[in-house]
């Protein structure tokens, strides 16, 4: 009996970390749901997803990266798109994956919220993530596990894209990541109706008080959150960004 109820501590103890290091959870902020997934990076194990390493055809969904997760014992604790693509799928930034490049950087302005310059990358390294402004990434040269482009910037050194209309009728559901200044912490935020980016990027700078912040973007948002009962369906997705656990701490 003793040797089950330790072993019923410790599967307790590991969800906890588990929790500790990445947790999502409902927020309002200015009348409006979001919902935020906090991850520490010192401790917890942050990766981006793109294609099947074997076939290496694009993964797409979030059920086919919990199927190539089995194999390490792991599963997602969250998960969510991480940045645009094009008709097959491929990238349509920068972005690189177990420190292999797969698609350059790209600093011009162009047609879309990609193009809406500053645009931005999320970028992975041992024990921190930072969101980069594209153009200060080219510039610096960081040396990134994992990266994703996408745009326009939500937030710069503490301040709303320029651009921005706080009035704007431009409004879908829309998902991104912000950052800590010492890179420790991660906030992915989805909003849970639809919302024109001034009030996304406020979300960032006011509610969760984060020095950068990067669109992720806006017509084909998704989340998969297993502890809030959520795995939004929907479009093939190309790049992901998922926080992984093992699958015995996700054991209730």
């Known amino acids: 009996m003793w040797k089950a109820?330790?072993?019923?501590?410790?599967i307790a103890l590991a969800w906890a970390g588990a929790v500790q290091a990445a947790e999502c959870r409902v927020e309002r902020f200015d009348g409006a749901g979001y919902t935020v997934c906090e991850v520490d990076l010192v401790r917890g194990d942050v990766r981006l997803f793109l294609n099947d390493p074997g076939s290496g055809a694009p993964l797409g969904s979030f059920v086919a990266i919990e199927r190539l997760l089995q194999a390490e014992g792991k599963v997602l604790a969250f998960a969510m798109n991480a940045g645009m693509y094009h008709a097959d799928r491929s990238p349509v930034g920068l972005y690189v994956e177990n420190?292999?490049?797969?698609?350059?950087l790209v600093t011009r302005a162009g047609p879309g919220n990609f193009g809406l310059l500053p645009n931005?990358?999320?970028?992975?390294?041992?024990?921190?993530?930072?969101?980069?402004?594209?153009?200060?990434?080219?510039?610096?040269?960081?040396?990134?596990n994992a990266a994703s482009q996408s745009g326009p910037m939500l937030v710069i050194d503490g301040e709303l894209?320029?651009?921005?209309?706080?009035?704007?009728?431009?409004?879908?559901?829309?998902?991104?990541?912000?950052?800590?200044?010492?890179g420790r912490r991660a906030w992915f935020v989805i909003s849970d109706r639809a919302v024109n980016f001034h009030t996304f990027g406020r979300v960032f700078r006011d509610h969760l008080k984060v020095p950068q912040a990067l669109y992720f973007d806006g017509k084909i948002s998704k989340l998969h959150a297993p502890r809030l009962g959520r795995s939004d369906l929907g479009f093939a997705m190309g790049p992901m960004v998922g926080a992984v656990i093992d699958a015995d701490a996700a054991v209730d």
């Not at 024990?127 to 153009?135: C, K, L, N, P, T």
């Open 5 to 10: 109820r330790v072993a019923l501590t410790l």
């Open 99 to 104: 420190g292999r490049e797969v698609a350059p």
């Open 120 to 144: 931005g990358v999320f970028c992975l390294r041992e024990g921190r993530a930072d969101v980069i402004e594209a153009r200060r990434f080219a510039e610096e040269g960081p040396d990134c």
């Open 161 to 182: 894209h320029p651009r921005f209309i706080e009035d704007s009728d431009s409004r879908h559901i829309r998902n991104g990541v912000g950052t800590s200044a010492d």
